[in-house]
């Protein structure tokens, strides 16, 4: 089979990406596998993976993403490219990434008309043999890892209690609203560094995983709290008197906070408000809020993608891009594995490209298939 892997990086106007979709490691191991593999001119350079270390692999280097995709069998991506790049591709070909096709169903349908079949990692569902893949997951716990991290350094004060002779530092207090991957590595990150940390989030599943990482869950535990998850395990809509009556114990808990971390998303929404301008105003100078979910809409009121926002009582708000990105090297290494585990999905026993298409793994991640549109989120 023969492989291309994309860079991204030269996709992306603006520099927001930096990952590559497959490391020198990965590509040795394909090679040994006996695929053919090219990369694109310094698609890893910015995840520290140098074009010699793809040569070294076994890998031919590629000038455009364009002269890539040519003849590929299959492509890896990040992004999963663009309409102008998949209408390059050969008839029957296939191509990863991560494409939030109901954002851009135009995608898809450039791949149907190309006859490219278009394998939306975002979308392999969630069941126990696909968490080797699932670069959601992966991608994510670097996510809340990282927005810890540099929220303590805009911070500028110490996380843990510290008694000197000096005196003493009250420790940093941390809330993370939004318990999934991002949330939860978000709270081990926090009480690794001693923050006193807590956490709310409409699943009541969550409850115990937070307790469980040392921290306090607040929620309004009533009714609808107790069935607020769909069979997924995703966070369900909530209703207007649930949003009013959380609002409510969050904007007298949001007041006492020093470090506020949102990653509430609800699949196929726009990303519900969760920090008003009115919390915002009762909060301390200094204190910080990181949005994880400001390329969906964003849960902070006044969150502007891709800048800081410093409020007028002096509440800085974080509203970075692709934060899988600012970590490029670790990202990429996860991601690559992901795809990694994936590539036996679509290679037949004598190594060419053949999706199974009985498998519940690629009906559920297959935007198209010979030349139409067949995912049910784009064709419902």
Not at 24 to 47: E, I, L, Q, S
Not at 242 to 270: E, N
Request: aromatic content about 4%.
């Amino acid at each position: 089979m023969k492989l291309t892997v994309l860079n991204d990086v030269a996709l992306i106007k603006g520099g927001a990406e930096a990952r590559v979709a497959a490391t020198p490691d990965t590509v040795a191991g394909y090679v040994k596998a006996g695929h053919d593999v090219t990369v694109v001119k310094d698609a890893g350079a910015k995840a520290d993976f140098a074009d010699k270390l793809y040569t070294d692999a076994g890998a031919k280097i590629a000038a455009t993403n364009t002269a890539g995709v040519k003849t590929a069998d299959l492509v890896l991506s990040i992004t999963g490219g663009n309409e102008k790049l998949v209408a390059g591709m050969k008839k029957g070909a296939g191509i990863t990434g991560v494409m939030s096709a109901t954002d851009n169903p135009k995608f898809a349908e450039a791949c149907a008309k190309a006859g490219v079949t278009a394998f939306a990692l975002d979308y392999i569902p969630r069941i126990s043999r696909a968490q080797s893949m699932d670069v959601l997951s992966s991608q994510s716990n670097l996510a809340g890892y990282r927005s810890v991290v540099e929220a303590g350094g805009i911070y500028g004060r110490a996380f843990p209690m510290m008694m000197t002779a000096a005196g003493t530092i009250a420790p940093a207090k941390c809330f993370i609203m939004g318990v999934g991957v991002a949330g939860l590595q978000a709270i081990a990150t926090a009480r690794r560094l001693g923050a006193v940390t807590t956490a709310t989030d409409v699943r009541p599943a969550t409850k115990e995983q937070v307790a469980s990482l040392g921290a306090k869950f607040i929620a309004v535990e009533n009714e609808e709290f107790k069935a607020a998850e769909t069979a997924g395990g995703y966070a369900k809509q909530m209703s207007a008197e649930y949003q009013a009556l959380q609002a409510d114990l969050t904007a007298s808990h949001i007041a006492k906070q020093d470090i506020v971390i949102t990653t509430a998303l609800i699949p196929g929404r726009k990303a519900p408000i969760l920090v008003t301008k009115a919390m915002l105003d009762t909060m301390k100078p200094g204190s910080v809020l990181v949005d994880l979910a400001v390329e969906r809409g964003g849960n902070v009121e006044g969150a502007k993608a891709g800048e800081i926002v410093t409020t007028k009582n002096g509440v800085h708000i974080v509203g970075h891009l692709n934060w899988p990105s600012r970590m490029a090297s670790d990202a990429s290494n996860m991601f690559a594995r992901n795809i990694k585990n994936f590539l036996p999905l679509v290679t037949s026993d004598d190594g060419a490209y053949a999706p199974d298409w009985e498998d519940e793994i690629i009906k559920g991640c297959a935007l198209t298939r010979d030349g139409a549109v067949v995912h049910e989120r784009l064709t419902s």
